[in-house]
């Protein structure tokens, strides 16, 4: 458990309306990551930050943009919702453990629904 | 574009059954993951592979990367009920970037 939490865990919206989900993390990672995941895609990343007010793009960044203020909170952002973007989105962060191979750990999930 | 392709997408076997998923890219991976996802969770990682040809164990999970580290398989001995959930594997493809496969579905029946 990397002290991984996604607000809200489930939310009904509709076409047009702004959404904001938040992904907090308690133990200070630099890493963090939302990722989208779709039925036969796998998670696909869609924004990835490497430090406060430091954010980059991932395979499927259109109509979502990001946020990072302070270490432990990472916003993802649909300006206008579609329905194309209804789907079970996750945050991640990553730690690099003693063999210095790579881990990411994810959040459970939040899974939003657009009318 | 996904770069990383599993098969089959689907597997329903009975428990003690033996099984292998695959994935599969033209492109080449310095490391490759595989991670288990169960329902309403996200994913955990179940193991990380780094030399072309390594072969990794994890109880009766065999893990093996391709020679050319391009493909990498999952091979379940005498599956269990517990092994049931999403797999998937995932390469990286620059620094702290992970690309994921489209992932396989395992249904073990007692």
């Known amino acids: 458990d990397a002290g991984i939490t996604q607000s809200p865990r489930h939310k009904v919206t509709e076409t047009g309306t702004p959404v904001t989900l938040r992904c907090h993390q308690t133990?200070?990672?630099?890493?963090m990551y939302w990722y989208r995941q779709d039925p036969g895609h796998g998670l696909r990343l869609i924004h990835y930050?490497?430090?406060?007010?430091?954010?980059d793009k991932g395979e499927v960044s259109d109509g979502y943009s990001v946020s990072r203020s302070k270490t432990e909170d990472f916003l993802l952002t649909l300006e206008s919702a579609t329905s194309s973007q209804t789907s079970v989105y996750f945050c991640?962060?990553?730690?690099?453990?003693?063999?210095?191979?790579?881990?990411?750990?994810f959040g459970p999930g939040t899974r939003l629904l657009v009318l | 574009t996904q770069l990383l392709e599993q098969s089959p997408q689907f597997l329903s076997i009975q428990e003690g059954e033996n099984l292998t998923v695959y994935c599969n890219s033209s492109?080449?991976?310095?490391?490759l993951q595989w991670y288990r996802q169960e329902p309403g969770e996200g994913p955990v990682l179940l193991v990380t592979?780094?030399?072309?040809?390594e072969v990794k164990k994890l109880k009766r999970l065999t893990f093996q990367f391709g020679d050319a580290r391009k493909d990498s398989s999952l091979h379940i001995t005498a599956a269990q009920p517990g092994d049931t959930g999403l797999y998937l594997c995932?390469?990286?493809?620059?620094?702290?970037?992970?690309?994921f496969g489209t992932g396989t579905r395992l249904l073990v029946s007692p």
């Open positions: 492109s080449v991976f310095s490391s």
């Open positions: 995932a390469g990286y493809t620059g620094f702290q970037k992970l690309v």
């Open positions: 930050s490497y430090g406060v007010k430091d954010t």
């Open positions: 592979v780094v030399t072309g040809g």
């Open positions: 991640a962060i990553s730690e690099t453990g003693t063999d210095f191979q790579e881990t990411q750990y």
């Open positions: 133990e200070n990672h630099r890493y």
